[in-house]
């Protein structure tokens, strides 16, 4: 879903790993950020609601918010859900 977000944006070949950023690594704005909760809410239902995941962060957080930690994120939700 991010490579999908990310070939929209032209950056298909970018590089990306547990440690890349969203704000800085692959400059999304917050919009980018909201297309790709919709799509992981579409994919995985009302198990994975990153709104709320981003809603409990620091406007900090939120522009370090790395890949990692929102593969966590989904992980840690879809094991809850099951």
Known sequence: MLRDLLAEEGLDDVEIDRETTFHDDLELESIDLVTL???LREHYGEKVN???????????????LTVGQLVDYVTESLRAAS
Do not use: M, P, W, Y
């Open 50 to 64: 990153v709104a709320l995941f981003v809603a409990d962060l620091e406007l900090d957080e939120i522009i370090a």
């Open 37 to 39: 909760a919709g799509s």
